[in-house]
T-cell receptor
């Protein structure tokens, strides 16, 4: 079974600064990887996904993530955060052909002015 | 991507009553839907897989007699929380899709 670890529970970043959220997964083969964002009381919005191919993935809202097989990681980055990026971020892993997802514990991002 | 709706968006009920939550796939024929639960400040945990025309598959530790799932058509799955208790208060989210899942907006259940 797959699992996901998000080591950072809470990150505070200044507006305009860069952001990196860490995600490590456990899975025997190459997984499908996802980053979702959730605003308070809302559903999940997909930021980006990795299935195969180029290990640097571009997503919406200026986010990108890099799949590193050797480190079992899929870290999310944004060069310059906006106040609207304050939210909860979840990394998720799925097995190809098995549509169930396993989510990390989430990282809360606070953006200060 | 698929558009998924949930109804109601929030519900408050008394302890001991049953509550039904609907998940609709508006533009995707879903033979499988997934139900997740999210407690406050926590992550999403998969509860069960809803299978169109057959029994749902429950994750370990989820009481199937308490969380009844019906998937009667390719566009609708329902989750009924029977004899609800305060500890069932949570945010329930459904998803549909294939390798990429599309999530509904969630239903906030509060049991008094």
């Amino acid at each position: 079974a797959q699992s996901v670890t998000q080591p950072d529970i809470h990150i505070t970043v200044s507006e305009g600064a860069s952001l990196e959220l860490r995600c490590n997964y456990s899975y025997g083969a190459t997984p499908y990887l996802f980053w979702y964002v959730q605003s308070p009381g809302q559903g999940l919005q997909l930021l980006l996904k990795y299935f195969s191919g180029d290990t640097l993935v571009q997503g919406i809202k200026g986010f990108e993530a890099e799949f590193k097989r050797s480190q079992s990681s899929f870290n999310l980055r944004k060069p310059s955060v906006h106040w609207s990026d304050a939210a909860e971020y979840f990394c998720a892993v799925g097995a190809p052909g098995d549509y169930k997802l396993s989510f990390g514990a989430g990282t809360t991002v606070t953006v200060r002015a | 991507g698929a558009v998924v709706s949930q109804h109601p968006s929030w519900v408050i009920c008394k302890s001991g009553t049953s509550v039904k939550i609907e998940c609709r796939s508006l533009d995707f024929q879903a033979t499988t839907m997934f139900w997740y639960r999210q407690f406050p400040k926590q992550s999403l945990m998969l509860m069960a897989t809803s299978n169109e025309g057959s029994k749902a598959t429950y994750e370990q530790g989820v009481e199937k007699d308490k969380f009844l799932i019906n998937h009667a058509s390719l566009t609708l799955s329902t989750l009924t929380v029977t004899s609800a208790h305060p500890e069932d208060s949570s945010f329930y989210i459904c998803s549909v899709g294939a390798d990429e899942q599309f999530f509904g907006p969630g239903t906030r259940l509060t049991v008094l």
